[in-house]
C-alpha cells in the first residue's frame, strides 16, 4: 500500500525545476509516483514506506537545491 505525501517546496520557478526534483524523488527506490505543482509549490509523492521514507524524499529534493518546508 502506497504512502501519499505532499510537500511545499520552495525555489521551484519554471519546468527545468519540475523535472529535476521528479527525477530526483523517482530515482528513489520505492518512489512510485511524483507530481510537481509549479504554480502550488507543491510536490505530492506516492511511496512505499517500507522502502524509503519521507526524510530520504525531502533530502533527496534539498540536494537538487530547493528548501522543503
Not at 40 to 63: L, S
Request: proline share 0%.
Amino acid at each position: 500500500m502506497a504512502t501519499n505525501l505532499v510537500l511545499q517546496v520552495e525555489g521551484m520557478s519554471c519546468n527545468h525545476c519540475v523535472n529535476s526534483v521528479e527525477n530526483a524523488v523517482r530515482g528513489l527506490n520505492g518512489a512510485d509516483t511524483v507530481k510537481v505543482n509549479l504554480e502550488a509549490g507543491t510536490v505530492e509523492v506516492a511511496y512505499n514506506e517500507d522502502i524509503v521514507n519521507d526524510q530520504q524524499i525531502k533530502d533527496a529534493i534539498e540536494e537538487q537545491g530547493y528548501d522543503v518546508k
